[in-house]
């Protein structure tokens, strides 16, 4: 954004609460604390919010509740006409004492069992006739896929299954002896109810239209260590399809996204089945759902910072140049590739925020009411409205801290350039910055993987 300071050169900058503008060389800025965050909502007025990270439904604080409620009910419906079972004492006569007849692990009333801890049922002499394992959580019910040995002696769940977490159990088996006399037994256990779990922030959000630029983000609240487990538990796929593949920027954040932007209209369906993944030692997930958003039509604009204009092009086709500023010579403006995260009507942007301060440690520019303001890194690059630089300024120079300004008035006017192009933009858009004597932004800094090759995207992937 650009500020006017005692007649001098407008300059801008960065949106109160975000990162530090880093400058050419230095290292990616990291994301916004909760603290900053804090501070910029409370002076944004948000159109929509763009990249505002959805925090799913199942929550782990609502899980635990649902569940605890859940168990109760599941267990009355498991338990069947009684905890012996309805085939006890089948016939008046058991061939062998019931606990030594057929031994089940985990052992009855178990609790804290993991996922992947030894589940199986065994008998002495005789044979298995037949065993039932059925888990309930969340109101649903599932059996666990088992068979039993050639022998008889033995049954085991199917390899590679596992049990669900913060589950009820139970086990029903039937074994005959070589009389032909049937015994049963049921048992019940409890599956472990992990006190550190993990969640996935993501955008975008569900049925939302977006632009044909929109990567796909996940945000977790926990470093995760099984990157392949996680990413293998996410499923991202498109109608029409098209090859789509994940890129990790440290151990909090999977991107996903295709070789090249989206086509329009295309429906893209997003999975997570998190639920009992364990992203760390003793660290699981909790969600299960599904979300869907839309691809809107093709909207890409090309920022040129020498030439102070910027070409809007919807479907290809040349919509307008409008005039712009870019920062000045010791500011300057990254090149490549960016996607708009956010737009705000209105925000705050405050220079201290952001290391813009005069030798005092005052701010060098507060301004409250900085219309149509477009998020395009998490560093705090905006396109945005600028009413209190000179007319004369737009397509002539470039005086900013790092933004692109375009012309508009205090307030913010629909038919202003900054009002035009703000209301014909979508999360989701690209903006592609050229000829701006800067270093071209890092992948990871807001949604900008564009700027990285498909094969470099690729080789970001947990799953090669």
């Not at 006409?81 to 061939?95: F, N, S, Y």
């Not at 139970?170 to 049921?186: E, M, Q």
């Not at 920022?303 to 300057?332: C, F, N, Q, S, Y």
């Not at 470039?398 to 038919?415: E, F, I, P, T, Y």
Request: aromatic share 6%; hydrophobic share 40%.
């Amino acid at each position: 954004m650009a500020a006017s300071a005692g007649g001098g050169a407008a300059r801008t900058g960065d949106a109160e609460g975000t990162g530090r503008r880093t400058g050419p060389g230095t290292a990616p800025p990291a994301p916004r604390s909760p603290a900053d965050r804090a501070v910029a909502d409370r002076a944004v007025a948000p159109r929509t919010a763009a990249i505002r990270a959805t925090a799913v439904r199942s929550a782990a604080a609502r899980t635990a509740i649902r569940s605890a409620v859940v168990w109760a009910v599941a267990v009355a419906a498991l338990a069947g006409c009684g905890a012996g079972g309805v085939l006890e004492g089948l016939g008046g006569k058991a061939g062998w004492g019931r606990d030594e007849a057929i031994s089940v692990a985990p052992h009855d009333g178990a609790r804290d069992v993991p996922p992947d801890g030894r589940l199986e049922v065994r008998v002495p002499e005789g044979r298995l006739e037949s065993v039932r394992v059925r888990g309930a959580r969340d109101a649903e019910a599932a059996e666990v896929p088992g068979t039993v040995a050639p022998d008889g002696r033995s049954w085991r769940p199917r390899p590679g299954t596992r049990l669900a977490l913060a589950a009820r159990y139970a086990v029903d088996a039937v074994a005959v002896d070589g009389d032909g006399r049937r015994t049963v037994r049921r048992t019940e256990f409890a599956t472990r109810v992990p006190d550190r779990r993990f969640v996935a922030y993501f955008a975008p959000e569900d049925r939302a239209t977006v632009g044909t630029g929109m990567i796909v983000t996940f945000r977790f609240n926990r470093p995760v260590r099984d990157r392949a487990a996680v990413e293998r538990a996410i499923r991202v796929t498109a109608d029409p399809p098209v090859e789509v593949a994940g890129h990790w920027f440290g151990a909090e954040r999977l991107d996903v996204r295709p070789a090249r932007y989206w086509r329009p209209g295309t429906r893209v369906t997003v999975e997570l089945r998190l639920r009992d993944v364990e992203a760390a030692p003793g660290v699981y997930g909790v969600q299960r759902l599904t979300t869907r958003f839309t691809v809107g039509r093709s909207q890409v604009s090309r920022v040129d910072a020498a030439a102070h204009t910027m070409e809007v092009r919807r479907d290809g086709r040349l919509l307008a140049t409008v005039p712009i500023t870019a920062g000045a010579p010791k500011t300057t403006t990254y090149n490549g590739r960016m996607v708009v995260t956010e737009l705000h009507e209105v925000t705050r942007m405050n220079g201290a925020t952001v290391g813009f301060t005069d030798a005092d440690g005052k701010s060098e520019y507060d301004i409250k009411d900085v219309p149509h303001a477009m998020r395009l890194t998490e560093s705090g690059t905006f396109l945005h409205g600028n009413y209190w630089a000179e007319r004369s300024v737009f397509g002539a120079s470039n005086v900013s801290h790092g933004c692109v300004g375009l012309r508009d008035v205090k307030g913010g006017s629909a038919d202003s350039p900054a009002g035009w192009f703000f209301d014909r933009t979508l999360v989701g858009d690209v903006v592609e910055v050229v000829n701006s004597r800067d270093r071209t932004v890092a992948a990871g800094n807001g949604l900008s993987g564009w700027n990285m090759s498909w094969a470099r995207w690729k080789a970001g992937s947990a799953l090669r």
